[in-house]
């Protein structure tokens, strides 16, 4: 009896602990959580069941449940770059079609956004559907290669340097790897980092 107490208190003590989520670091120490229990603050607990409207998934490549990469990589060729931004918390990302890209078809993709301030677009739209802090993304450029492989580079002014966990407008070193990865199984396409 007193064995099945225990681990009843246990149970309940490792249920209030996930539920509280995990501790936050004390403002101003720099330090950033990008490790595996960060999808559990800022809407992550949730975040699988969040879909892009129907007008907002026209072109994007992203890891959410009813956007179809595939579909969407068979419209662009080679050379086509895609303005993209993570969110840490829920390991999803959201691109679109960025600068003078246009479809093999010679069109201008939908949802297409200007080589400048377009990460910004693309931060509003996955913060919102996430329902996250648009200052605590990451953004990055993805370039469509001749193999069918994408390039990517780690630079976004609109969304980098607003973000408090680091400086510059760089992303930093830790969550590179896991963008480059979580961005690669959702294309199902290779990926490497180009600076």
């Known amino acids: 009896m007193a064995g099945r107490d225990v681990g009843a ?9 996930f539920l509280r989520g995990p501790e936050t670091k004390p403002a101003g120490t720099g330090a ?16 699988e069941h969040y879909t892009l409207q129907p007008e907002e998934v ?14 969407t990589l068979g419209r662009f ?6 303005a993209g931004v993570y969110n840490p918390a829920s390991d999803r990302f959201l691109a679109y079609p ?11 993709p939908a949802n297409r956004v200007p080589r400048n301030l377009g990460h910004l677009r693309v931060n509003n739209v996955l913060s919102k559907t996430l329902n996250v802090d648009p200052t605590r993304n990451l953004g990055f450029t993805a370039t469509l290669k001749g193999d069918g492989s994408f390039g990517m580079k780690w630079l ?5 340097e607003l973000n408090p966990t680091f400086e510059g407008n760089q992303v930093p070193f830790l969550p590179i790897d896991r963008i480059t990865s979580t961005f690669a199984r959702a294309t199902g396409r290779a990926v490497r980092s180009e600076t």
Not at 98 to 108: A, I, K, R
Not at 156 to 160: A, D, G, Q, T
């Open 98 to 108: 960025s600068g003078d890209t246009l479809l093999l078809d010679g069109g201008v």
């Open 32 to 47: 950033t959580d990008f490790g595996a229990t960060a999808f559990l603050t800022a809407g992550g607990r949730d975040a």
């Open 58 to 71: 026209e072109n994007a490549l992203s890891n959410f449940k009813n956007g179809d990469n595939e579909a």
């Open 9 to 17: 208190n246990m149970f309940s003590k490792l249920m209030k602990d």
């Open 156 to 160: 976004s002014r609109s969304v980098n």
């Open 77 to 82: 060729g080679e050379g086509a770059r895609f």
